[in-house]
């Protein structure tokens, strides 16, 4: 048993003990209706059991004895009087509070609401203060929340009688250097003289310059206790979401005259004898020196922070325009491509030497690739902070209550990557929290914790990077996907199909099941949108889901946009490229299998069929069939589909350039790539290709 | 040396929570049932830090404040207050007779650790 | 806190001992004043004090400037690295010297650790 348990414990026998005390005291006010003791006893058996009750986690007892307390205290301050339906009516709370605490309490909770009700009403006159039974301690603690690190000004002048209390001031300020980075100024010039001096006040006040990133009420915390009897002024002096380009600092007067150290007249005055100003401050005895000290002190500290955040900016990155960069990757492409050429060539000319040279060639242009297109990699962390916010606003609108959890933030991908995913997301993560994530009364009705919780991941695999965003909420509605579906005539009332495949129905164009339109999601212009921007991207979108746990949505991306792994095979004397990642085998098909299959274009693959797609006739390439063509098994969207062409040439180094305007429309293809003998290969899209036959 | 705290509480209970929580985190602890027990239970001892609840039979928390701020050792000691939110008026009164803080019912066992680090090094 | 005072015409020595808090701070006051009034030279020794807390520097402070008024030597022995961190944490060690006294040199200043 834990500790908590076992203070459960003794808590149910000690209100069980007070509740016997309650009843015999109730029985005695009934023939002696103004006892102040009894009355009393009454009342702080109720108070104890309510303040304890809600110690121990037992709050549908201490909300009811709030009630009761309530009503008795008026008994005791004579604002009411005991009557024999108020001891009924305790009596009554009395075995529903027995029952309540005994471990197995089956309680009617009708019962308790009415009997709250009543002891409202009896209540007079009504306060309507609800009991809370979470909890608003200053000494919070539970306080977490982290913002930006800002720096904040303090001007803690305490009571002259703070020692009086208790409190030693000396705490508070290192509760103070707890939160931060801290510069603390003692002013001593109040300090009367030895003899008149009343060594049990305080005459010390204090500036303190403090950077943290808890927050200002993190620093209202320290001074609860003392906020009211003492001075105290917290200022925001420079917040890190300052501009770092263009560094901000006040002028030593200018701080002086802000904290109501110095006056304008003064400042001014001074500032026309060209002197150090602080000097002149503290001979002229304008300020005192442990003010002029204080200020500097502020000045040097936001000095700091601004450098800091400057320094770290500057040593960590030097800012290059991103179209440098793209002219940058352009060159490299187009020198792998010469580079390819040059092997070529080299391997033609059968020149040893030239082969030495061409290999050394080959080698540097490969690290130059990769580091070129490492420059252009960024931590996908920035877009991550985005989304938290858009959580935290999303939650709050739809009055729900939902947490993000974010991994592998430094997971690199190309920056265009990254631009170009965000809208996407922001759909996924609105979807999750506008139609997964459940209110928080529906979560704990289910027994989950109130809070939901989205994880984005991030991780490397192989040459992709995958993304997951994962909710804890209600999960999809198979039936109703169903139902839409077969309403919206996507799929038959007959079709028979997987989970995947249901689920990859919205992703279909024109389909949303929310039941109604809010705001934030659910115009059913969604989840189509998503699919064709992840494909634009070269990547895949999955969906998994079981009901009542929970939506994974799992986006696999390439690395980077500009030059692929990919196969290239061959059609007629035509090349062509697909991306590799999207080829899962490669098999034979003679003519005789074609026969087989009676026209119909499937392939047997050890045993199952698969639908194939012949580029041939897709592009009307014309010429005739060879007598053994080759199937590429793709798979998109969780179907296996092949791709018939003439042969497999192999993997190749794809540099990708974007067709031309008047090819860009062309259903089918994505771009295309120069060969190491200049000419050019089209490069297939191949989702395209898979979802128009 | 580990500082010594009086908690004085009615609840037999809460003394336990609070107790318990007080000498897992190195203090010593006087424990007392009310405000009369608490002055009784004092005896000369090095109090740092006094913890009361307010309503308690015989004697209760602001009697007790006002009646240990009037004894010499006690003039500065930290006397913390455990009050629920319905009674700010009692907080007033505490703070009238000489409370230094208070914490709020319910608590967890951390912040009334945290609250203690306002007064007690 | 414990404090002792030995005292002679030239100097008197005050060795206090354990840790300085609002209960001595009367006491402390009331055994400098009679140091400053009885030596032309007060030292107090820290060496054996643990802590101090804002009473007790007031009431050092204070006593530095009525020293400095009547042309007296006020001096701190021994602020050992406990003593130190209590002056740092109650923001008393300073580069400037002290107004009262027209800028002469303040018992506080410079004294943190580097």
């Known amino acids: 048993m834990d500790m908590a348990q076992v203070h459960r414990e003794a808590f149910r026998e000690e209100a069980h003990e007070l509740l016997t005390e309650l009843e015999s005291a109730l029985l005695e006010l009934e023939e002696n209706p103004v006892d102040a003791n009894l009355i009393g006893c009454a009342f702080r058996a109720m108070h104890t059991i309510k303040g304890s009750g809600a110690m121990f986690g037992f709050y549908e007892v201490a909300e009811l004895t709030h009630e009761v307390e309530t009503v008795f205290d008026q008994v005791r301050n004579g604002s009411t009087s005991v009557t024999k339906d108020l001891i009924d009516k305790t009596l009554k709370a009395g075995d529903l509070i027995r029952c309540l605490l005994s471990s197995n309490g089956a309680v009617d909770e009708s019962e308790r609401q009415q009997l709250i009700s009543t002891f409202r009403q009896m209540a007079a006159p009504p306060e309507d203060k609800p009991v809370h039974v979470g909890s608003d301690n200053p000494a919070g603690a539970l306080r977490e929340s982290e913002e930006d690190e800002k720096l904040y000004r303090i001007r803690f002048r305490p009571s002259p009688d703070i020692f009086l209390t208790g409190t030693d001031p000396l705490l508070l300020l290192k509760e103070l250097r707890d939160l931060g980075k801290c510069r603390i100024i003692a002013h001593l010039c109040d300090i009367p003289s030895l003899d008149s001096m009343d060594p049990e006040r305080c005459y010390t006040y204090w500036d303190i310059i403090l950077s943290t990133a808890k927050g200002i009420n993190a620093i209202k915390d320290v001074f609860i206790f003392v906020e009211e009897d003492s001075e105290i002024h917290i200022t925001i002096i420079d917040d890190s979401g300052n501009s770092i380009d263009k560094p901000i600092y006040k002028k030593l007067g200018e701080i002086l005259v802000e904290r109501g150290d110095l006056t304008t007249e003064d400042m001014e005055q001074v500032l026309q004898k060209k002197k150090l100003f602080g000097e002149i401050l503290v001979e002229s005895g304008l300020a005192d020196p442990s003010k002029v000290e204080a200020a500097l002190v502020e000045q040097q500290q936001i000095r700091e922070a601004q450098q800091k955040r400057q320094m770290s900016a500057a040593a960590a990155s030097i800012r290059v325009p991103s179209e440098k960069l793209d002219t940058l990757v352009n060159l490299v492409g187009e020198l792998v491509t010469v580079q390819a050429r040059l092997s070529q060539t080299a391997g033609l000319r059968n020149d040893t030497h030239l082969l030495q040279i061409a290999e050394e060639v080959e080698r540097l242009t490969s690290e130059l690739r990769d580091s070129t297109l490492n420059i252009r990699m960024m931590p996908i962390g920035s877009t991550f902070s985005k989304f938290k916010r858009l959580v935290r606003d999303l939650s709050q609108q739809l009055e729900k209550e939902v947490e993000m959890v974010t991994e592998g933030a430094g997971t690199e991908l190309d920056k265009t990557v990254i631009e170009r995913l965000n809208d996407p997301l922001v759909h996924i993560i609105r979807n999750s929290i506008d139609h997964g994530i459940e209110s928080p009364e529906t979560r704990q009705a289910a027994g989950k914790p109130r809070q939901g919780t989205v994880h984005l991941t991030a991780e490397h695999s192989g040459d992709s990077v995958i993304l997951t965003i994962r909710d804890d909420g209600a999960g999809l509605d198979k039936n109703a996907i169903r139902a839409k579906a077969i309403e919206k005539k996507l799929i038959l009332e007959s079709a028979e199909l997987s989970d995947r495949e249901l689920f990859a129905l919205i992703f279909a164009p024109g389909f949303s099941t929310a039941k109604k339109i809010t705001g934030v999601s659910g115009r059913g212009v969604g989840m189509d949108v998503v699919k064709q921007s992840i494909e634009a991207l070269r990547g895949t979108i999955d969906i998994t889901s079981q009901k009542g746990e929970g939506t994974t949505i799992t986006i696999k991306l390439p690395l980077t946009l500009a030059i692929i792994e990919s196969l290239m095979v061959k059609i007629g004397d035509e090349y062509f490229v697909m991306p590799l990642s999207l080829v899962e085998e490669c098999v034979e098909l003679t003519s005789n299998d074609i026969e087989r299959a009676h026209g119909r274009n499937l392939a047997n693959v050890r045993g199952s069929m698969i639908p194939y797609i012949p580029l041939r006739q897709r592009f009307l390439l014309g010429d005739k069939d060879p007598a053994i063509q080759h199937v590429v098994v793709t798979e998109v969207a969780g179907e296996r589909i092949g791709l018939l062409v003439d042969s497999v040439i192999g993997e190749h180094q794809t540099v990708i350039k974007s067709l031309g305007r008047m090819y860009r429309d062309v259903q089918g293809l994505s771009g295309a790539t120069i060969l190491g003998d200049g000419s050019v290969a089209l490069i297939l899209d191949v989702p395209q290709l898979v979802q128009w036959g | 040396m580990a500082h010594t705290l009086l908690i004085v509480d009615d609840s037999a209970s809460m003394r336990q929570m609070v107790s318990f929580t007080l000498k897992d985190a190195g203090y010593e602890v006087i424990s007392a049932n009310n405000g009369k027990d608490a002055l009784a239970k004092i005896n000369n001892a090095k109090i740092s830090m006094v913890i009361t609840d307010l309503n308690m039979p015989e004697m209760d928390g602001i009697e007790l404040i006002r009646q240990l701020r009037g004894l010499p050792g006690f003039k500065f000691t930290p006397i913390v207050m455990l009050t629920t939110e319905s009674q700010d008026s009692k907080k007033m009164a505490g703070k009238q007779a000489g409370a230094s803080g208070w914490i709020v019912k319910p608590f967890k066992p951390q912040q009334l650790l945290d609250t203690i680090k306002k007064f007690v090094k | ?114």
């Open chain 3, 1 to 114: 806190m414990n404090c002792n005072l030995e005292q002679s015409e030239e100097i008197a020595e005050i060795i206090i001992s354990g840790s300085m808090s609002i209960e001595d701070a009367a006491n402390l006051r009331n055994v400098l004043a009679s140091a400053i009034a009885g030596s032309c030279r007060i030292e107090i020794d820290l060496t054996a004090a643990d802590t101090t807390d804002i009473s007790c520097l007031q009431v050092i402070c204070s006593a530095h400037r009525a020293a400095v008024q009547l042309g007296k030597q006020l001096t701190l022995r021994g602020t050992e690295e406990s003593l130190i961190k209590c002056l740092e944490d109650a923001g008393f060690p300073r580069h400037t010297g002290c107004q009262q006294q027209n800028g002469i040199a303040c018992l506080w200043q410079e004294r943190q650790r580097n």
